[in-house]
Protein backbone atom coordinates (compact mmCIF):
# COMPACT_ATOMS: atom_id res chain seq x y z
CA UNK A 1 0.00 0.00 0.00
CA UNK A 2 0.94 3.64 -0.86
CA UNK A 3 0.78 5.76 2.21
CA UNK A 4 1.19 8.77 0.35
CA UNK A 5 4.12 10.01 2.69
CA UNK A 6 7.04 11.11 0.06
CA UNK A 7 8.17 14.52 0.56
CA UNK A 8 5.60 14.55 3.71
CA UNK A 9 6.93 16.14 6.99
CA UNK A 10 6.48 14.12 10.31
CA UNK A 11 7.14 15.49 13.45
CA UNK A 12 7.47 13.04 16.67
CA UNK A 13 8.16 14.03 20.43
CA UNK A 14 10.46 11.40 22.67
CA UNK A 15 11.83 9.89 19.22
CA UNK A 16 14.83 8.26 20.97
CA UNK A 17 13.58 5.03 21.62
CA UNK A 18 11.14 2.38 22.22
CA UNK A 19 7.56 3.08 19.87
CA UNK A 20 9.20 6.94 18.99
CA UNK A 21 12.81 5.80 17.41
CA UNK A 22 10.31 2.92 15.78
CA UNK A 23 8.19 5.41 14.18
CA UNK A 24 10.98 7.67 13.04
CA UNK A 25 12.42 4.18 11.40
CA UNK A 26 9.16 3.43 9.58
CA UNK A 27 8.27 7.39 8.70
CA UNK A 28 11.67 7.48 7.09
CA UNK A 29 11.08 4.42 5.09
CA UNK A 30 7.88 5.79 3.70
CA UNK A 31 9.52 8.73 2.45
CA UNK A 32 9.20 11.28 4.78
CA UNK A 33 11.16 13.98 6.05
CA UNK A 34 11.28 13.82 10.02
CA UNK A 35 11.89 15.76 13.17
CA UNK A 36 12.09 14.37 16.38
CA UNK A 37 13.23 15.45 20.24
CA UNK A 38 13.83 13.81 23.02
CA UNK A 39 15.38 14.76 26.77
CA UNK A 40 18.75 12.42 26.41
CA UNK A 41 21.23 14.51 24.65
CA UNK A 42 23.59 11.16 24.28
CA UNK A 43 20.74 8.80 22.85
CA UNK A 44 19.28 12.04 20.66
CA UNK A 45 22.66 12.41 19.20
CA UNK A 46 22.77 8.10 18.90
CA UNK A 47 19.65 8.38 17.09
CA UNK A 48 20.66 11.38 14.72
CA UNK A 49 23.55 9.31 13.51
CA UNK A 50 21.89 6.15 12.95
CA UNK A 51 19.11 8.01 11.00
CA UNK A 52 21.37 10.00 8.59
CA UNK A 53 23.13 6.21 7.87
CA UNK A 54 19.90 5.05 7.07
CA UNK A 55 18.31 8.00 5.00
CA UNK A 56 21.12 10.75 5.10
CA UNK A 57 21.39 14.09 6.89
CA UNK A 58 18.81 16.21 5.14
CA UNK A 59 16.14 14.27 5.77
CA UNK A 60 16.36 14.91 9.03
CA UNK A 61 15.82 17.13 12.39
CA UNK A 62 16.94 16.33 16.06
CA UNK A 63 16.29 18.62 18.98
CA UNK A 64 16.30 18.16 22.70
CA UNK A 65 13.05 18.80 23.34
CA UNK A 66 11.41 18.72 27.20
CA UNK A 67 7.76 18.29 25.66
CA UNK A 68 6.09 19.51 29.25
CA UNK A 69 8.64 22.93 28.74
CA UNK A 70 6.46 25.69 26.84
CA UNK A 71 10.13 27.32 25.80
CA UNK A 72 11.53 24.30 25.12
CA UNK A 73 8.52 22.90 22.73
CA UNK A 74 8.21 26.27 21.22
CA UNK A 75 11.81 26.37 20.36
CA UNK A 76 11.57 23.13 18.58
CA UNK A 77 8.64 23.97 16.59
CA UNK A 78 10.60 27.34 15.12
CA UNK A 79 13.26 24.77 14.25
CA UNK A 80 11.12 22.76 12.22
CA UNK A 81 9.76 25.83 10.87
CA UNK A 82 13.34 27.27 9.62
CA UNK A 83 14.07 23.34 8.16
CA UNK A 84 10.93 23.03 6.24
CA UNK A 85 8.40 25.80 6.90
CA UNK A 86 5.08 23.06 7.50
CA UNK A 87 4.19 19.88 8.87
CA UNK A 88 1.94 16.92 7.71
CA UNK A 89 1.83 15.04 10.98
CA UNK A 90 2.23 15.09 14.71
CA UNK A 91 2.72 12.60 16.61
CA UNK A 92 2.64 12.78 20.26
CA UNK A 93 4.18 9.83 22.09
CA UNK A 94 6.42 11.14 25.28
CA UNK A 95 5.20 10.15 28.82
CA UNK A 96 5.75 7.07 31.53
CA UNK A 97 3.50 5.24 33.51
CA UNK A 98 3.39 5.68 37.66
CA UNK A 99 2.65 3.12 40.02
CA UNK A 100 0.66 3.95 42.75
CA UNK A 101 -2.86 3.72 44.19
CA UNK A 102 -4.82 6.14 45.68
CA UNK A 103 -3.97 6.14 49.43
CA UNK A 104 -0.30 6.09 48.04
CA UNK A 105 -0.55 8.56 45.63
CA UNK A 106 0.30 12.39 47.00
CA UNK A 107 -1.01 15.69 45.66
CA UNK A 108 2.34 16.62 44.25
CA UNK A 109 2.57 13.13 42.68
CA UNK A 110 -1.16 13.72 41.02
CA UNK A 111 -0.37 17.35 39.90
CA UNK A 112 2.39 15.91 38.32
CA UNK A 113 1.35 13.00 36.54
CA UNK A 114 -1.73 15.45 35.09
CA UNK A 115 0.64 17.97 34.12
CA UNK A 116 2.99 15.36 32.25
CA UNK A 117 0.13 13.30 30.27
CA UNK A 118 -1.78 16.11 29.19
CA UNK A 119 1.08 18.78 28.80
CA UNK A 120 2.92 16.59 26.50
CA UNK A 121 -0.13 16.30 24.16
CA UNK A 122 -1.25 20.03 24.82
CA UNK A 123 1.98 22.24 24.31
CA UNK A 124 3.22 20.05 21.00
CA UNK A 125 -0.41 20.42 19.82
CA UNK A 126 -0.28 24.43 20.19
CA UNK A 127 3.11 24.95 18.85
CA UNK A 128 3.14 22.88 15.75
CA UNK A 129 -0.78 23.63 14.84
CA UNK A 130 -0.11 26.73 12.91
CA UNK A 131 2.54 24.33 10.67
CA UNK A 132 -0.10 21.68 10.29
CA UNK A 133 -2.38 24.69 9.07
CA UNK A 134 0.40 24.60 6.09
CA UNK A 135 -0.89 21.16 5.19
CA UNK A 136 -2.93 19.74 3.32
CA UNK A 137 -2.98 16.10 4.73
CA UNK A 138 -2.43 17.37 8.63
CA UNK A 139 -2.80 14.73 11.53
CA UNK A 140 -2.32 14.30 15.00
CA UNK A 141 -2.10 11.00 15.93
CA UNK A 142 -1.52 10.15 20.25
CA UNK A 143 0.09 7.88 21.78
CA UNK A 144 -2.18 6.80 25.10
CA UNK A 145 -2.51 3.48 26.80
CA UNK A 146 -5.56 0.83 27.26
CA UNK A 147 -5.46 2.23 31.10
CA UNK A 148 -7.48 4.91 29.51
CA UNK A 149 -10.27 2.67 29.16
CA UNK A 150 -9.55 -0.08 31.54
CA UNK A 151 -8.05 1.33 35.31
CA UNK A 152 -6.00 -0.53 36.97
CA UNK A 153 -5.89 -0.14 40.65
CA UNK A 154 -2.10 -0.26 40.99
CA UNK A 155 -1.96 2.86 38.74
CA UNK A 156 -4.85 4.88 39.64
CA UNK A 157 -3.05 8.14 38.90
CA UNK A 158 -1.95 7.09 35.42
CA UNK A 159 -5.32 5.31 34.63
CA UNK A 160 -7.01 9.02 35.43
CA UNK A 161 -4.69 11.26 33.83
CA UNK A 162 -4.83 8.49 30.05
CA UNK A 163 -8.64 8.55 30.29
CA UNK A 164 -8.93 12.50 30.66
CA UNK A 165 -5.96 12.91 27.63
CA UNK A 166 -7.89 10.71 25.63
CA UNK A 167 -11.30 12.83 25.84
CA UNK A 168 -9.32 15.48 25.21
CA UNK A 169 -8.49 13.95 21.91
CA UNK A 170 -12.21 13.02 20.89
CA UNK A 171 -12.83 16.87 21.50
CA UNK A 172 -9.75 17.69 19.35
CA UNK A 173 -11.11 16.04 16.25
CA UNK A 174 -14.18 17.26 16.27
CA UNK A 175 -13.26 21.03 16.70
CA UNK A 176 -10.09 20.54 14.61
CA UNK A 177 -11.95 19.22 11.70
CA UNK A 178 -12.02 18.99 9.00
CA UNK A 179 -8.53 20.56 8.48
CA UNK A 180 -6.61 18.70 10.94
CA UNK A 181 -7.42 14.74 11.87
CA UNK A 182 -6.49 13.49 15.45
CA UNK A 183 -6.77 9.88 16.53
CA UNK A 184 -5.03 7.73 18.52
CA UNK A 185 -3.55 4.26 19.34
CA UNK A 186 -3.94 2.78 22.99
CA UNK A 187 -1.41 0.48 24.16
CA UNK A 188 -1.16 -2.48 25.72
CA UNK A 189 2.05 -3.84 27.25
CA UNK A 190 4.43 -3.27 24.62
CA UNK A 191 8.41 -4.07 25.08
CA UNK A 192 10.26 -0.94 26.25
CA UNK A 193 12.88 -0.52 28.51
CA UNK A 194 10.87 -0.33 31.93
CA UNK A 195 10.38 -4.00 30.84
CA UNK A 196 13.71 -4.74 30.12
CA UNK A 197 14.99 -2.95 33.44
CA UNK A 198 12.49 -5.45 35.14
CA UNK A 199 13.83 -8.35 33.15
CA UNK A 200 17.30 -7.35 34.61
CA UNK A 201 15.77 -7.34 38.00
CA UNK A 202 14.66 -10.55 37.92
CA UNK A 203 14.45 -13.18 40.83
CA UNK A 204 15.31 -16.00 38.52
CA UNK A 205 18.81 -15.08 36.75
CA UNK A 206 18.56 -18.47 34.89
CA UNK A 207 15.26 -17.68 33.46
CA UNK A 208 16.00 -16.44 29.54
CA UNK A 209 14.74 -13.18 28.24
CA UNK A 210 12.19 -14.99 26.15
CA UNK A 211 10.74 -17.18 28.70
CA UNK A 212 10.51 -14.21 31.40
CA UNK A 213 8.50 -12.32 28.66
CA UNK A 214 6.63 -15.66 28.18
CA UNK A 215 5.91 -15.90 31.39
CA UNK A 216 5.06 -12.23 31.77
CA UNK A 217 2.09 -12.26 28.79
CA UNK A 218 0.60 -15.70 30.86
CA UNK A 219 0.45 -13.71 34.15
CA UNK A 220 -1.22 -10.68 32.10
CA UNK A 221 -3.46 -12.98 30.49
CA UNK A 222 -2.80 -11.47 27.30
CA UNK A 223 -4.58 -13.91 24.29
CA UNK A 224 -1.76 -13.26 21.65
CA UNK A 225 0.78 -15.10 23.92
CA UNK A 226 3.23 -11.92 23.78
CA UNK A 227 3.88 -8.31 24.51
CA UNK A 228 3.75 -6.20 21.65
CA UNK A 229 6.85 -4.67 19.34
CA UNK A 230 7.44 -0.90 19.10
CA UNK A 231 7.62 -1.48 15.00
CA UNK A 232 4.03 -3.16 15.12
CA UNK A 233 3.19 -0.34 17.17
CA UNK A 234 4.77 2.29 14.91
CA UNK A 235 3.21 1.03 11.32
CA UNK A 236 -0.19 1.55 12.78
CA UNK A 237 0.65 5.12 14.08
CA UNK A 238 2.44 6.13 10.58
CA UNK A 239 -0.65 4.51 8.47
CA UNK A 240 -3.14 6.43 11.10
CA UNK A 241 -1.21 9.50 10.27
CA UNK A 242 -0.74 9.45 6.67
CA UNK A 243 -3.22 10.58 4.12
CA UNK A 244 -4.47 6.97 3.29
CA UNK A 245 -6.11 6.95 6.31
CA UNK A 246 -7.89 10.31 5.24
CA UNK A 247 -11.07 9.54 6.08
CA UNK A 248 -10.36 8.15 9.69
CA UNK A 249 -10.51 10.86 12.64
CA UNK A 250 -12.02 11.00 16.38
CA UNK A 251 -10.63 7.32 16.35
CA UNK A 252 -8.70 5.17 18.71
CA UNK A 253 -6.91 2.11 17.70
CA UNK A 254 -6.46 -0.94 20.43
CA UNK A 255 -3.02 -2.33 20.11
CA UNK A 256 -2.98 -5.01 22.99
CA UNK A 257 -2.75 -8.47 21.60
CA UNK A 258 -6.27 -8.98 22.54
CA UNK A 259 -5.57 -7.92 26.49
CA UNK A 260 -8.89 -5.57 26.75
CA UNK A 261 -12.28 -6.70 28.46
CA UNK A 262 -14.36 -3.77 27.38
CA UNK A 263 -16.69 -4.13 24.78
Request: aromatic share 6%; hydrophobic share 45%.
Amino acid sequence: MDLALAGRVAIVTGGTSGIGLACVRSFLDEGADVAFCGRDEARLEQARAAFAEQAGAGRILAKRCDVTKPEEVQAFAQAVAAWRSRADMLVNNAGQGRVSTFETTTDEQWRAELDLKFFSQVLPIRAFKPLLGASDAASITAVNSLLAYQPEPHMVCTSAARAGVQSLLKSLAGEFAPAIRVNSVVLGLIESGQWERRFEAREDKSQSREAWLAALAQSKHIPAGRLGRPDEVARAIVFLASPAAAYITGASLEISGGVSRFI
